[in-house]
């Protein structure tokens, strides 16, 4: 018997190298540009329901990238019997299944980019802190463009494969499930706006006149650092940008530190909480800087083009009392900062603690104040609760819509939000407005989601009353802070909270084409 062990032990460990050197790609030879097939982690799930989806389960339920239990190092043995398995090159998203990537978890990214501004170039490099929750013998991230000069897993040389935007690392050795690990990728390069899948412009790193802006929803992150770009995998970011003087850096979190050298500055900014790939943004300008506490002397940081910093620090103003308003309305502000970026950019977007705004949004006479309320309510709703699913974009739109209303009954009371629900229902009815919760794929940004989405909550409070309406909307963004929620967990709060089955309610505004009446109210 003790023969045979040997026998069959040294036939298994034949076994496992020739399974290891398969998967080893020659790294001289640069015009092999197959990837490692691997099988995405979800099913593909059908879009074109318009019944509340039954697989549309809790994101707590769905959610494939949080680490096991710690365990103890595999046996010689048990590394003989487990050999790692590619990680998938997609979450398996129901609109965009090759967003994001398998069989690990991002933990902290730190990317190190020196910028030539004029030239609009890059040398970068990205070091990820990431957990397997998987055995892996390869793993993808989403990556476009750039040259890559080395590939590190905890600082040995590792072999790569790029094809169309995924980037294939095959580390040294396989590695374990819950092992935590550090990729490292130096690259260099032009940085090119993503032709993005959800509409139809471009989006991610862009350079204009007078500098660069990052605006990523949904899939522009891979254009100027390699990540795991899906909402499910959040992660904490270290951000440190070298950039010519005079120009400004303006990014997520707190300014930990400033750098001055002798013809160039670099600006470290750290976010401590975890983050969407989508919602990262570097913005570099010749800004005017202003400040200011906020409530519970949260820091306020704006930065804005020196010739509209007059109009935009009065179109800006009342950004502290719509925060006092909305942490009493939805709970405490969840980030550690708070401020706007204006660059040259045709829309609004909610970049964590540094919301992204266009020239268009200055005026001198508040006119886009809506905006501004909409932008930071995607604080609570996108940014620290945020999608399982892209389908569900009218979790986050529906609600910062709702909170454009919020803030217009605030300052200007009940009737003024009955008239601008009253000609917004008259538009939608009229039109035909498309439900919201299962929007086109390659429009998922249209106007249903956004207004229809908020005529949805206002259906709701006209349903389940005031009192049980405003508690839904505090009880929501703090059971999922700082995670990924669906539909189905925003439902499931509802009627937990309200006591009352709101399936109809949800089935007929969200997924019926008809647009139903609104509840008669009190």
């Not at 975890?274 to 704006?302: C, H, K, W």
């Not at 454009?404 to 601008?420: K, P, Q, S, V």
């Amino acid at each position: 018997m003790r023969k045979f062990a040997v026998l069959i032990l040294l036939a298994l460990l034949v076994m496992a190298c020739n399974l290891t050197q398969a998967v080893q790609p020659n790294r001289n030879d640069a015009s092999n540009t197959q990837v490692v097939q691997s099988s995405s982690v979800l099913e593909q799930e059908q879009v074109e329901s318009t019944q509340i989806d039954p697989t549309d389960t809790p994101a707590s339920q769905s959610t494939t990238l949080t680490p096991p239990a710690a365990e103890s190092s595999p046996t010689p043995t048990q590394e003989l019997m487990q050999v790692g398995q590619p990680g998938s090159d997609g979450l398996g998203d129901p609109y965009y299944p090759q967003l994001g990537n398998g069989g690990y978890d991002a933990l902290h990214y730190t990317i190190d980019l020196v910028v030539d501004v004029e030239s609009n170039t890059i040398t970068g490099t990205a070091t990820i802190s990431i957990q397997a929750v998987q055995n892996l013998s390869t793993f993808n991230l989403d990556f476009s463009g750039f040259e890559i000069s080395q590939v590190l897993i905890d600082d040995v040389a590792a072999n790569y494969k790029r094809q169309g935007d995924e980037l294939t690392i095959i580390p040294p050795e396989s590695l374990w499930n819950g092992e935590t690990f550090t990729a490292t990728i130096a690259y260099s390069g032009e940085p090119e706006p993503i032709r993005s899948k959800a509409l139809p412009i471009r989006m991610g790193w862009t350079h204009f006149d007078a500098g660069i802006y990052v605006a990523s929803e949904p899939d522009g992150a891979a254009s100027w650092y390699p990540v795991n770009d899906h909402p499910l995998d959040k992660a904490t970011y270290t951000l440190r940008v070298t950039v010519p003087e005079p120009y400004v850096v303006a990014a997520n979190g707190l300014l930990e530190d400033k750098i001055k050298n002798e013809d160039n500055t670099t600006y470290v900014w750290e976010s401590i909480n975890p983050m969407a790939s989508y919602l990262v943004t570097v913005d570099i300008a010749e800004f005017i800087i202003q400040t200011e506490e906020g409530p519970n002397g949260l820091p306020i940081r704006n930065f804005f083009p020196p010739e509209l910093a007059d109009d935009a620090a009065f179109d800006f103003g009342r950004t502290l009392e719509m925060i006092d308003f909305f942490s009493e309305v939805f709970g405490p502000y969840p980030f550690e900062a708070y401020g706007a970026v204006i660059a040259d950019f045709p829309a609004a977007l909610e970049t964590q603690t540094l919301s992204l705004f266009g020239y268009q949004h200055v005026s001198g006479t508040r006119e886009s104040e809506n905006v501004v309320a909409h932008e930071l309510a995607h604080q609570w709703f996108g940014d620290s609760v945020s999608l399982a699913k892209w389908r569900d974009i009218w979790l986050n739109e529906g609600f910062a819509t709702y909170a454009e209303w919020l803030w217009l009954e605030h300052i200007e009371g009940a009737d003024a939000l009955a008239n601008n629900v009253d000609r917004i229902y008259g538009f939608v009815s009229e039109r035909g407005m498309r439900p919201p919760g299962n929007p086109p794929a390659s429009n998922l940004f249209n106007g249903s989601v956004y207004i229809r989405g908020a005529l949805t909550l206002h259906a709701l409070r006209l349903t389940v009353g005031d009192e049980a309406f405003f508690e839904i909307l505090r009880t929501y963004p703090q059971r999922y802070h700082y995670g990924n929620a669906t539909t189905a967990d925003f439902i499931a709060v509802a009627e937990e909270v309200s006591g009352q089955d709101l399936d109809e309610l949800f089935q007929s505004w969200l997924y019926e084409e008809a647009v139903p009446e609104l509840p008669p109210s009190e």
